[in-house]
């Protein structure tokens, strides 16, 4: 009996030494948690990765096991476990980036690896091509560089951002019911300079992401600290000056700042200056306030005014009337504004368990004016139309997490909610001229618009298999008080959806990751429209799904590719006549993506992204069917370069092919293939470089629309192309000191 107690004993003693669970967290040298790190016990070969706080607990870890720490752009760190009741905090370091880094696993959002390369090896310089990083994205701007600009994915004119959702640091960018468009995402807030990385998803597959999330989300992350001071200065063609200054404030072991302005101003390659500017201001601290709790606050403001030369008829051009970058009414352009409060908290709960929340304020405010079709309604006084408004937004979100053991499962669940209230003072279509009398008012009014939102989402791991049932619930009240009308009345609207989603991995190998996703997301119509019973559906659904795979066939390659498929119960489409986004049918979208990431050398990076997509609509006979503006293919491609000697630079090339712009394809929208190109060199503490946009000088129309107009010597109206011309041969100097 003794024996057997012994024996009892030493192999109690012995799982307490072997089996146990071990825990840490990973972090960069900024002190940012690093999200999806694999570590690898190299005894046991267990693994697991980090999650969105940069926290691990791996199983069957013994005293004296080495763990293998690594993530893209990092160097691989070797950690010993030295004693099972510490919970260490593993720092790595930054690396040049290598594709041999990248690690596919179910934890991992493998569409972000590729942006993770992208933001290193070809960084955006302006807020203008903060979007292009989103792999088969396109965008065009169309009123001198102050409005938001258009937006084209998966065969979506997106228009500003009706089937897009689009957030900074899980603040919301899209306006409801806006003046100008359902949607409307103006992203020129953000300093490039400021983002960290980005995170992207195509489809409505995701359960915290809600109104406007169709064709998919993009997430800009702004950076926790800066490793030094900054000054930059740009100078280019066409009097473009930028002035950007980032500064270090704080940086502490547990605390953070930085404060950035940019000021940008540019006359752009118009007969009738832009005289655009632009003053960006920024700050944001971080604080470990305790071991457990974390507290971010971000400030940001946004000033912009400009003059802008409008959407042109081919004809005129044509004709000889005017030039390419001439103007019908060149009083067009306007003013915006925007600043933001944020306040982020985390609180870790248990080893298992933390909630994440955020409280945000957006005060904003719009004014646009704009001519499209010239003396169409009035052929005295011409058709130009302001759009404005005022508007407060105030927001909360809210999730708690849990990691749960289920024996040969691994599961995680996540609970949110979601609340936006968006208050739009006067809001405004009015006819006017020469930008100073207001002739007539067309719409005019208060939106009160709250939008609640919850969700349910689940992860479940097992061996190979990774499964993503989740759910989320809606809320909508939309208030109207028409000021057109004599009697004052608050027209009001509730409606609620559900939309449940499930996603699907199967890991095949360690290089290859098979998925299918499906859900059902939607995108919001306009209160006004709603209010007036013009809309077919207050909250017109989207369900699609998503086939596709990610592959590293060789160390040095990564492979993403999809066959996708996308039903809307409402399109959404631009009437050029009044400025304004209206509801329309059924559609239906199917398409292949297909994103390839290349490292040929040590210091040279291959990207290429194409998309081709089918889109119809369909309650329409064969041939008046085409959804206006729909793009079917698309290319983005570069070869980049970022060599040890300090030398670096790129070629980009992007193409989209001819499309409809109208229901029968009678009027087609040119396509158009665009070579962008920089180089740099870094030496000490001090940057140089240039960078060349359309380095061809290639004649392309940058934003296009099928458009009835009347010019004022015409006695009958024309619908033909209307569009804005894209830069031409553009060339800017770069000097950036770090300090």
Do not use: C
């Amino acid at each position: 009996m003794n024996r057997l107690f012994i024996v009892l004993l030493l192999n109690l003693f012995q799982a307490n030494l072997i089996g146990q669970t071990f825990q840490g967290s990973v972090i960069n040298n900024k002190k940012e948690p690093i999200v999806d790190a694999q570590i690898l016990d190299l005894n046991s070969k267990k693994h697991t990765h980090t999650d969105a706080n940069g926290k691990f607990i791996i199983q069957d870890i013994s005293q004296g096991d080495s763990l293998k720490i690594s993530h893209i752009g990092f160097e691989v760190k070797y950690f010993i476990v030295q004693s099972m009741n510490s919970s260490p905090v593993i720092v790595l370091e930054d690396k040049p980036v290598s594709l041999e880094g990248v690690v596919i696993s179910p934890k991992t959002n493998a569409l972000n690896l590729i942006t993770a390369i992208d933001i290193k090896t070809n960084p955006v310089n302006s807020s203008q091509d903060i979007l292009t990083q989103i792999p088969g994205l396109f965008i065009g701007q169309h009123a001198g560089g102050g409005k938001a600009e258009q937006i084209f994915l998966r065969g979506f004119d997106i228009d500003h951002g009706t089937d897009i959702g689009i957030t900074v640091d899980g603040l919301p960018v899209n306006m409801v019911s806006h003046a100008h468009g359902q949607g409307y995402a103006d992203l020129h807030f953000v300093i490039p300079e400021t983002v960290d990385n980005i995170d992207f998803g195509k489809g409505p597959y995701y359960a915290d992401k809600g109104n406007f999330t169709t064709a998919g989300y993009v997430n800009f992350k702004t950076k926790r600290n800066l490793e030094n001071s900054t000054i930059k200065l740009e100078k280019g063609q066409f009097s473009t000056n930028r002035l950007l200054g980032m500064f270090d404030v704080l940086n502490t072991a547990k605390h953070d700042a930085y404060i950035a302005a940019e000021h940008l101003s540019t006359d752009g390659p118009f007969d009738s200056p832009q005289n655009f500017k632009r003053i960006n201001l920024f700050g944001k601290y971080t604080g470990n306030i305790t071991s457990t709790e974390k507290l971010g606050m971000t400030f940001s403001h946004l000033s912009s005014k400009w003059d802008a030369s409008g959407q042109i008829p081919q004809r005129a051009v044509d004709s000889g009337l005017i030039g390419r970058f001439g103007a019908i009414d060149d009083t067009e352009g306007g003013n915006t504004g925007r600043t933001n409060v944020l306040v982020n908290y985390e609180k870790i709960l248990t080893n298992d368990s933390y909630i994440k929340s955020s409280l945000y304020y957006s005060k904003y405010d719009f004014e646009l004016f704009s001519n499209f079709t010239f003396f169409l309604e009035d052929e005295i006084n011409g058709d130009q139309i302001k759009q404005k408004e005022d508007r407060n937004i105030y927001g909360l979100n809210s999730e708690f997490n849990k990691s749960l053991d289920l024996n040969d499962i691994e599961a995680s669940i996540q609970v949110g909610v979601n609340l936006r209230n968006d208050q739009s003072k006067n809001n405004e279509l009015s006819h006017t001229l020469n930008r100073k009398n207001t002739l007539s008012f067309i719409q005019l009014g208060n939106i009160n618009e709250t939008n609640f939102g919850t969700y349910i989402n689940t992860n479940f791991y097992y061996k190979k298999w990774t499964f993503n049932p989740s759910i989320r619930l809606d809320y909508f009240d939309f208030q109207y008080n028409d000021a057109l009308q004599e009697i004052y009345q608050t027209q009001t609207s509730t409606k609620t959806i559900v939309s449940p989603k499930v996603n699907v991995l199967y890991d095949y190998t360690p290089n290859l990751q098979l998925y299918l996703k499906g859900g059902k997301g939607f995108h919001s119509n306009d209160s006004r429209v709603i209010l007036s019973n013009a809309a077919k559906e207050t909250l017109p659904a989207a369900y699609g799904y998503d086939v596709g795979l990610v592959w590293k066939p060789v160390p040095k390659l990564l492979l993403n590719a999809a066959y996708w498929y996308l039903f809307l119960e409402q399109e959404f489409v631009y009437v050029g006549d009044a400025g304004i986004v209206e509801p329309s049918g059924k559609t239906r979208r199917q398409g292949l993506d297909l994103s390839i990431r290349y490292q040929p050398l040590k210091w040279l990076f291959w990207n290429f992204d194409t998309n081709y997509t089918h889109a119809r609509a369909i309650d329409e006979e064969a041939g008046q069917d085409y959804i206006p503006l729909a793009p079917n293919f698309i290319l983005k491609s570069g070869l980049n370069a970022l060599h040890e000697s300090g030398i670096y630079g790129g070629a980009n090339v992007r193409h989209i092919k001819d499309r409809p712009a109208n229901e029968d394809n009678s009027i087609v929208a040119k396509g158009y293939t665009v070579v962008d190109l920089n180089m740099g060199y870094k030496w000490k503490n001090i940057d140089f470089g240039f960078q060349i946009q359309n380095l061809f000088d290639t004649e392309w129309n940058e934003t296009q629309f099928a458009t009835e107009s009347k010019l004022q010597n015409e006695t009958s109206a024309i619908e033909e192309i209307h569009f804005t011309p894209g830069t031409p041969f553009f060339i800017k100097g770069v000097i950036e000191y770090r300090f």
